[in-house]
């Protein structure tokens, strides 16, 4: 389509929404704004594109996602007629390879991009894809590892040993630790260099077959934590792509676990940014990947988050249903303590809480938060400032504004210890709920203590 010619697709697409321009552009300002971009899209602006202008990336994958969710379909880039054409597409994210080797080229040069600061403005810029959020079916296939082995790694040198399989669990440790700690953007920028550096090299180096899937599960875990760190600094494409790498890795490992809880980790992700069913999908997918034989820490951890996504699409019996499930494989879990390894009863709990406010349970949803929030380790400041925020806002539905204020205060203990745009997009809640009661006397003192907290840019 000429650059100036109408746009006949796009127009199809807003009829069957039954949309206007201005609502489109208002859904678009929306979707970009719980990506941490900030739109100011009008009807004027949609009218253009409906005459032929183009939007620059990433508008018209926002526009594609926002009459997605509201068609209750997949709606890809191309069908809104603003794709920009093949020739002049910019794709900042480097493609898998169809080798093997592939999953581990995308990792090193992803990577080696995040950790340019003139590259990562590119990259953070971008927009989450709904066209790209479809689960991969798990295939069987033997693993890199096993089909290659030694042979396989594509760099001379000293073989890996044992140790250096440790040392990625160890690393893994250490990191999930920081976030959990400080929040995703405290420590991101050095989890991306030794994935780019260290990390690779040990993927390309000489190992045994069973050695070097230990390698990959590794290297699968750190870049699921840094799609993690990444989607809670604000960058969730970057954390999409990660995701997706992630997924590839485990693969390459025949890690059917580690990759339903990738799956998980994306719902996660979906759920987040507003697309529901899209996040249920992808729950659904990671409870059928694992299968009924994985380890009960592990079938608790998917199945709660399955129990969510039933209850957003109002479908209580089978919420419940999951909730249940969850709670006797977790009261018989007996793995070992680790970030992939074990489902803390807090999760659990407030995992609880979500659904049963889903459902619209608001008083034994506050029960259910309030026993996470008191489980958090004080020192764990991510996992309690947003636990206590969204206590807080539950209470506040309820009109218990004095108890809400209460855990506010807690929740103000702990911002300032974090870079999250999680504990930001909390920070802004507590903003404008207490706004109406700021001559009562509990949400004023909330409300000053606040003023007193700025905004800190991510630490990428």
Same mark, same amino acid.
């Given at each position: ?6 746009n ?48 620059r ?34 794709d ?6 169809p ?6 080229d ?23 894809d709904?066209?790209a ?12 590892a096993? /089909?290659? *082995?030694? +042979?396989?790694? @594509?760099a #001379? ?5 044992s140790? =250096?399989?440790? &040392? %990625? $669990? ?10 959990? /700690?400080? *929040?995703? +953007?405290?420590? @991101?920028s #050095? ?6 550096? =260290?990390t690779? &090299? %040990? $993927? ?15 290297a699968?875990?750190?870049t ?7 989607? =809670?600094?604000g ?51 990671a ?22 996504t ?21 009261d ?22 979500r ?11 506050a ?11 004080e ?35 702990h ?14 809640r507590?903003r ?29």
């Amino acid at each position: 389509m000429a650059r100036h010619q109408p746009n006949p697709h796009l127009a199809a697409l807003l009829n069957e929404a039954h949309w206007s321009p201005g609502e489109l552009a208002r859904a678009v300002n929306e979707l970009g704004a719980a990506q941490g971009l900030q739109l100011r899209y009008d009807r004027t602006s949609v009218a253009h594109w409906l005459t032929g202008s183009r939007p620059r990336p990433p508008i018209p994958v926002l526009v594609a996602s926002a009459l997605s969710r509201r068609s209750g379909r997949l709606v890809t880039e191309e069908e809104t007629g603003l794709a920009q054409p093949q020739q002049d597409a910019v794709d900042p994210f480097p493609a898998d390879g169809p080798e093997p080797g592939g999953v581990m080229d995308r990792l090193t040069a992803l990577a080696r991009a995040d950790a340019d600061p003139t590259r990562r403005a590119l990259l953070a810029g971008s927009a989450y894809d709904l066209a790209a959020a479809t689960a991969p079916a798990w295939s069987p296939v033997p693993s890199a590892a096993a /089909r290659y *082995g030694a +042979a396989g790694s @594509r760099a #001379a040198g000293p073989r890996a040993a044992s140790g =250096d399989v440790q &040392r %990625l $669990l160890w690393m893994v440790h250490v990191f999930a630790d920081l976030m959990e /700690r400080h *929040g995703g +953007a405290h420590a @991101r920028s #050095a989890l991306t260099a030794y994935l780019a550096e =260290d990390t690779s &090299r %040990l $993927l390309a180096a000489p190992a045994r077959p069973a050695l070097r899937r230990d390698l990959f599960t590794g290297a699968a875990q750190l870049t699921h934590l840094l799609a993690r760190m990444s989607m =809670d600094a604000g960058y969730p494409s970057l954390a999409q792509h990660y995701f997706g790498t992630a997924l590839g890795l485990a693969h390459e490992a025949g890690d059917r676990r580690l990759f339903a809880i990738t799956l998980r980790a994306m719902s996660l992700q979906a759920m987040f940014l507003g697309f529901h069913e899209h996040a249920r999908g992808l729950a659904e997918a990671a409870v059928d990947t694992a299968g009924p034989r994985t380890d009960r820490a592990t079938r608790a951890f998917l199945l709660s988050q399955r129990a969510l996504t039933h209850a957003h699409a109002r479908q209580r019996h089978r919420a419940m249903s999951d909730l249940s499930a969850a709670e006797t494989h977790h009261d018989r879990a007996t793995g070992p303590p680790g970030p992939f390894t074990s489902y803390p009863r807090a999760g659990l709990d407030y995992q609880r809480g979500r659904t049963l406010l889903a459902l619209g349970d608001t008083a034994p949803a506050a029960q259910a938060l309030t026993v996470a929030a008191e489980a958090r380790r004080e020192d764990r400041h991510r996992s309690s400032a947003l636990s206590r925020a969204r206590l807080a806002d539950t209470l506040l539905t309820m009109g218990h504004l004095e108890e809400s204020c209460t855990h506010w205060h807690v929740f103000l203990d702990h911002y300032p210890s974090l870079r999250s745009a999680a504990a930001d997009q909390a920070l802004r809640r507590l903003r404008g709920s207490l706004r109406g009661f700021r001559h009562q006397p509990h949400a004023a003192a909330v409300l000053h203590r606040a003023r007193g907290l700025a905004f800190l840019p991510p630490n990428p």
